[in-house]
């Protein structure tokens, strides 16, 4: 065992199942995705440490417990249709493509859309479609989507993303203000999401048309 599988199995214990995380399907993805390899050479070492990271563009890479509880909270079989916005360094995109059968991501940022599209094709991951644009807007041509998850802090919620999910399907969104958010957990029933608050969270602002309009 390498020291990456063995400091991987040990923030899989400690900060993943150690926090609750159940779902043995979402354990055993975190267990085989290389975390190290979304982040840049310098913070490697940190690739497993219990804490978000810098990645390009002023972005970050999610604290790992965060991207598992978002991920939990999708209750993905396998055979699911996920729209993310926001793939950042692509380790969340990544996962999601281990746990459903196919992954839209859209990144507003051209270096992080690219870097992590080619991450993805080094990686040999074939059911991730990359986008460059506003996610806020969603992806009309591949709807209704049965998960939605948004990996930006959103000052509301985009009526495009709840128009693009699917009857019964679920949304994973932080929502508040720039500095602090509530995880918010949405199932589509009719036109409305009926929501329920996990906890507090702390992430990049949303950009966009139904995000922030600026870059504060
Ligand atoms: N889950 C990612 C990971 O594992 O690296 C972390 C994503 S980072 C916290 C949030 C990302 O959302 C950033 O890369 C940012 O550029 C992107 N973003 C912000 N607003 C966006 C928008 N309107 N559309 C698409 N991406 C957006």
Redesign the pocket.
Known sequence: MSDWERNRERMVKEQIEGRGIQDARVLQAMLKIPRHQ?VSEKYQKQAYDDT?LP?E?G????QPYM?GLMTEKLALTGTEKVL??????????ALLATLARVVYT????ET?YLNSKLLFKNMGIQNILSFL????KGLLQYQPYDRIIV??GAPIISPYLIDQLAEGGIMVIPVGSATHQELIVGTKLGQELKQKKTCGCV??????ES?WNNEN
């Not at 993310?84 to 995109?93: A, L, M, R, V």
């Not at 992430?203 to 966009?208: A, D, K, N, S, T």
């Open positions: 979304f978000p990645i563009c972005q970050t890479i999610s991207v993310e916005i926001g793939t950042g360094s692509g380790y969340q995109t859209i990144e507003r940022h992080l644009g506003d996610g806020t990996t930006a992430f990049v602002p949303l950009i966009g995000g």
